[in-house]
Nanobody, 117 residues
Framework: QVQLVESGGALVQAGGSLELSCVAS????????MGWYRQAPGKQRELVAT???????NYADSAKGRFTISRDNAKNTVYLQMNSLRREDTAVYYC???????????WGQGTQVTVSS
């Protein structure tokens, strides 16, 4: 019983910045990985970035150098700071958490990011 709620999606101009937030509630294990995924129209869902509860990060090539994932364990919140946004970043962004011991995972409902030019 874990719930994830994303926020921060918006319409932004190319070259601009946006920060997404995801708050997890419920029974949260100390050992987990949280991440951001996105799905563009006509495309499969893809990984953007992940961060473990210990702070280890991983980025997709398309995100590295432009996006930064971070988390606040005390608040059970993960963030995605997106800079230098491009039209190809347009997608629904989903938050995910997976627990190490149980290997169970949960998804948020997603938040729309639209980049215009």
């Amino acid at each position: 019983q874990v719930q994830l709620v994303e926020s921060g999606g918006a319409l932004v101009q190319a070259g601009g910045s946006l920060e997404l937030s995801c708050v997890a509630s419920g029974s949260i294990s100390a050992g987990n990985v949280m991440g951001w995924y996105r799905q563009a129209p006509g495309k499969q869902r893809e990984l953007v970035a992940t961060i473990t509860s210990g702070g280890r990060t991983n980025y997709a090539d398309s995100a590295k150098g432009r996006f930064t994932i971070s988390r606040d364990n005390a608040k059970n919140t993960v963030y995605l700071q997106m800079n230098s946004l491009r039209r190809e970043d347009t997608a629904v962004y989903y938050c995910n958490v997976r627990f190490f011991i149980s290997n169970s995972g949960y998804w948020g409902q997603g938040t729309q990011v639209t980049v215009s030019s």
